[in-house]
């Protein structure tokens, strides 16, 4: 592969900020190069650590390609976790709730665009029982966004007559979104999300 460019100088970070910084390097160099095709070495070269360093954080590439993965899905469930909760517990704010978190995924997406996609396409390069608890995890997600969305229709708020699968369009639609939008290129993220939760509120739920 192309040599990947070099940090200018090493920084001392906490533990856990290094380790996401590495994520995040791992996860461009995978999406430029294919996962197949990219070192441990290549990583700590562009990362500017040593190889001892980067095998500190991360026992193997298998082990780094499972921290990406989880970062967009187990992570990112954890975080919208608390909202989820609040929006059960707020029967008459539901489609409020839904439009926050769905808010909130666009933008946590498209600012973790390279391990998004690198999630969708090598998680097959995980060992069977992390691809199956992965996918455990997303199906929990997809069932609270179809929870909150007949909490809404049954408040009057919402309008379906097909919670789980109005639950999946509006996912796809959320992810889409990582696929084309670059930064820098006319509307913020944060413009990109307002119009996309418009559209999936007001047009595919009729709120």
């Not at 290094?18 to 290549?42: K, P």
């Not at 997406?109 to 996609?117: R, S, V």
Request: charged letters at 25%.
């Amino acid at each position: 592969m192309t040599s990947p460019r070099k940090s200018t100088g090493r920084q001392r970070l906490p533990t856990d900020e290094r380790r996401a910084q590495l994520v995040d390097i791992a996860s461009r160099l995978f999406r430029e190069h294919g996962y197949h095709h990219v070192g441990m070495r290549d990583i700590a070269d562009a990362a500017n650590v040593k190889s001892a360093s980067l095998y500190h954080h991360f026992r193997s590439k298998t082990d780094l390609l499972q921290a990406i993965v989880e970062s967009v899905s187990e992570d990112f469930i954890a975080s919208q976790e608390p909202f989820a909760r609040a929006a059960r517990d707020e029967e008459q704010c539901s489609g409020e709730f839904l439009a926050v978190l769905l808010r909130r995924q666009i933008i946590y997406l498209c600012e973790h665009a390279d391990a998004l996609w690198v999630a969708d396409r090598e998680i097959n390069s995980l060992p069977p029982d992390v691809i199956a608890h992965v996918q455990r995890s997303r199906r929990h997600y997809q069932r609270t966004i179809a929870a909150l969305i007949a909490d809404g229709i049954r408040s009057g708020e919402l309008r379906s007559s097909a919670p789980d699968l109005v639950a999946l369009a509006a996912l796809d639609m959320v992810n889409g979104v990582s696929r084309w939008y670059r930064p820098g290129r006319g509307r913020s993220v944060e413009q990109v999300a307002d119009d996309y939760v418009a559209l999936i509120i007001k047009d595919l739920l009729g709120g």
